[in-house]
């Protein structure tokens, strides 16, 4: 069994966190540059056994795609061709930058950890993660 691995895109950083081999814990794995980011993942899925794909689906409150589905929705359509053998499934993203920002404030980090724009992307990829593999048990 292959490792999960979540994606919280966003249009400068993108946040990038990954389950453990038996799928268990989800743990944040790194910040990549958007730019760099299909570059760096391909590296990775080169290196590591990865079955899933789990990418943040961007929704308003309302429950309508938000202004960056247009750029994760042709993301998602490049990594199920370039991955043909991976599954590449959407898993909604409210409010995961709020839950990062109060786990950060729960877990005692201060106010300058705290405005690190690259820490609450890891967090909140590892919060899709986590989310994805709840509902999945």
């Not at 966190?17 to 760099?36: C, F, H, M, N, Y």
């Not at 990594?79 to 930058?97: G, H, N, Q």
């Amino acid at each position: 069994m292959g490792r999960i691995l979540a994606i919280d895109y966003g249009t400068k950083r993108t946040g990038i966190a990954v389950s453990d081999p038996l799928r268990i814990i989800a743990g944040g794995l790194t910040t990549v540059e958007t730019k760099q980011l299909e570059r760096w993942l391909a590296q990775y899925m080169a290196e590591n056994d990865v079955t899933t794909i789990v990418v943040g689906k961007p929704m308003q409150t309302n429950g309508r795609p938000s202004d960056t589905w247009r750029f994760v929705e042709p993301l998602t359509a490049r990594l199920r061709r370039a991955y043909p053998d991976k599954e590449v499934v959407l898993c909604d993203e409210r409010f995961t930058s709020v839950l990062a920002h109060r786990a950060m404030l729960e877990s005692g980090i201060g106010r300058t950890a705290r405005r690190d724009k690259a820490l609450v992307d890891k967090i909140s990829a590892t919060i899709i993660l986590q989310s994805y593999m709840e509902f999945n048990k």
